[in-house]
């Protein structure tokens, strides 16, 4: 009811102080009437705040369920990208191929018109003429081995011009195939491209009609609140879960790590932990500046607790790395993994996003050790003029 509260408390507290007023100063007969004329006033005003209330929530739902198509969309789309790349990369090779046999057989064409040249200088004379003539018959001998030798190596090179044409035919056959797969993903991709712009300018849409309800810092505190303890639920459930799950191979032990963990995207730190925010609540992790749909890496082995939408933080993917360490990725544009999933370091998880109602986007990353929060950058390598990578 913060909403409502802040939009019609001052107008309940008037109707409260009126209906006071006339019940001591007005006659029984006037004050039963304005009586019930306040009440009915209350009574309206009340429904209106939960109405705004209902259509807050309502909101936020949409709200959810475009951002989840939304990654699910981007993840598709990143798909069908690399699809496209490997065909490219198979028509390239076809192409490579197709020149290949191009140049082979141009040769061949060429050698054989050299040994057709030379098979004529040896003379217009038959076999059988030479034979008859007796003024060459100390070189019969050798004649008769030149002939048989050029007509062996043309009916050779007539053969492998064959198989060249074969092969040459069968590539061009490929390519023509490799080159309609690859149009035929081009236009999916064009099709989900604009379904996802579609949904972006939805979202757009949903997100201010829900800032317009959320203006003052009071509303908006008390929301990060709820927020805040929602994932703080999440994060037990999840840790309780995760008891009976099977461990990972990690190597170095993560408490060793302090100050030597890679950061799990390559941005700019614009908000720090213990930083206060607008709200007036604290940052509990951290905030990267980075290009939307930008690749975010495991920052150590584990194994994904939660992959989901969450209220405040959008699509969220917590990771548990041992009894007492876990990583928290919010913000996200799309999830590269879902719960049960094992990762290594390094391995991409998420992209980039403004999930969760953000205006720019970003990554909002976080560890916590018992359950508690802790600054990652004093675990993660040091930034460089705010500029972690």
């Known amino acids: 009811m913060i909403l409502g ?22 006659s029984s007969g006037d004050t039963r009437q304005d009586l019930s004329a ?18 807050r929530e309502s909101l936020e739902n949409e709200l959810a369920e475009i951002e989840k198509q939304t990654g699910n969309l981007t993840k598709k789309i990143r798909r069908l990208k690399d699809q496209s790349n490997q065909i490219k990369k198979r028509k390239q090779e076809l192409e490579e191929k197709l020149a290949e046999e191009k140049a082979a057989l141009a040769q061949l064409k060429s050698q054989l018109a050299k040994n057709i040249r030379a098979a004529y200088s040896l003379g217009r004379q038959e076999p059988l003429k030479l034979l008859l003539n007796q003024n060459q018959a100390s070189s019969l001998s050798r004649m008769f081995t030149y002939y048989r030798y050029f007509n062996r190596a043309r009916l050779a090179e007539i053969e492998q011009a064959k198989q060249h044409l074969n092969t040459f035919q069968t590539v061009t056959e490929k390519l023509a195939q490799e080159e309609s797969h690859l149009q035929s993903v081009l236009e999916q991709l064009n099709r989900e491209k604009a379904t996802l712009d579609q949904l972006r300018k939805s979202r757009k849409i949903v997100l201010s009609k829900i800032k317009t309800k959320l203006k003052t810092r009071k509303a908006r505190l008390a929301h990060l609140h709820r927020d805040k303890q929602n994932l703080e639920k999440i994060i037990q459930k999840s840790r309780q879960a995760a008891r009976f799950l ?19 995207v390559k941005g700019k730190l614009v908000a720090h932990f213990g930083n206060r925010r607008s709200s ?19 920052i150590y082995p584990g194994r994904v607790i939660f992959a989901d939408w969450l209220k405040g933080y959008g699509l969220l993917l917590i990771i548990k790395h041992d009894n007492q360490f876990m990583s928290i990725y ?17 391995e991409i998880i998420a992209t980039v996003g403004r999930s969760g109602g953000r205006a720019s986007p970003g990554l909002y990353f976080a560890i916590r050790k018992g359950g508690k929060p802790v600054n990652p950058e004093r675990w993660c390598k040091k930034a460089k003029r705010g500029r972690v990578s």
């Open 5 to 26: 509260d802040r939009l019609y408390g001052p107008a309940i507290r008037l109707a409260i102080g009126l209906l006071a007023f006339f019940c001591f100063s007005s």
């Open 38 to 55: 306040l009440e009915s006033k209350i009574q309206t005003l009340r429904q209106q705040m939960s109405n705004l209330d209902s259509k």
């Open 246 to 264: 099977p461990p990972v191979d990690q190597g170095k032990p993560f408490r060793r790590l302090r100050g030597q963990l890679h950061w799990p």
């Open 280 to 298: 007036g609540s604290t940052w509990e992790g951290v905030v990267i500046q980075a290009p939307e749909g930008s690749p975010v890496r495991a």
């Open 330 to 346: 919010a913000f996200n544009q799309s999830l590269m993994k879902t719960v049960g999933d094992t990762v290594a370091a390094g």
